[in-house]
């Protein structure tokens, strides 16, 4: 599927979830993991960071592989105007996730191409809105014990079991939600020549 003759693939990412997304059609990319400052210093509405942060994470890495196309990518967790971050711990995600009951969460998911050929940078930002349903602190326990979404923003993961706590999932493409909107990504590549049809 990978196009041979295209320029290599970096993705700027230290991100299991975004590799594991991009195994599915890749045979041949390299990962690195771009090493930026994700605090909001410069107080940016959640759609103008979540770009931001996708763009500096490619132009980081971009600058020791101009000769490669480097696939940037951030994601955020919108709960009422608030940025929910990664909980990094149990207790953090327990109240993230009790904070989000009956209430519906906006995920923003940005990607940034830096394409070498033509020297241009392409962007997209994907919407995904989750409807949580009502649930208590035994059910949220329950399923950070079993999942340890320690790592990903909102506290769920959709690939495990994160589902049992949805009432809804409106989106236009379900990878973005995973961390990487491959409906867009695949049809930019295969534009750009790197996939071969």
């Known amino acids: 599927m990978q196009n041979p003759s295209a320029p ?6 230290s991100s299991q979830y975004r590799r594991g997304l991009l195994d599915r ?62 909980p990094g711990e149990h207790q953090k995600a327990v109240e993230q996730l009790l904070a989000a009951s009956g209430k519906s969460v906006t995920f923003l998911t940005a990607v940034c191409l830096l394409d070498p050929i033509a020297r241009t940078r392409y962007e997209h930002i994907d919407k995904t809105t989750v409807r949580f349903r009502q649930f208590d602190r035994r059910l949220a326990e329950s399923y950070v014990r079993h999942d340890e979404p320690y790592d990903c923003a909102g506290s769920f993961k959709l690939e495990g079991a994160g589902f049992v706590l949805f009432e809804s999932v409106t989106t236009n493409d379900p990878t973005a939600l995973i961390g990487l909107p491959m409906i867009w990504l695949a049809d930019r590549l295969l534009q750009l020549g790197y996939l071969s049809p």
């Open 8 to 13: 290599a693939i970096i993705l700027a990412s």
């Open 25 to 86: 059609f890749l045979d041949e990319y390299e990962t690195v993991s771009p090493d930026i400052d994700e605090r909001n210093s410069l107080n940016l509405e959640p759609e103008a960071l979540v770009r931001h942060l996708a763009r500096e994470k490619a132009e980081i890495v971009s600058k020791n592989a101009r000769d490669s196309l480097i696939i940037g990518a951030d994601q955020l967790a919108v709960l009422e105007g608030r940025v929910l971050g990664k």
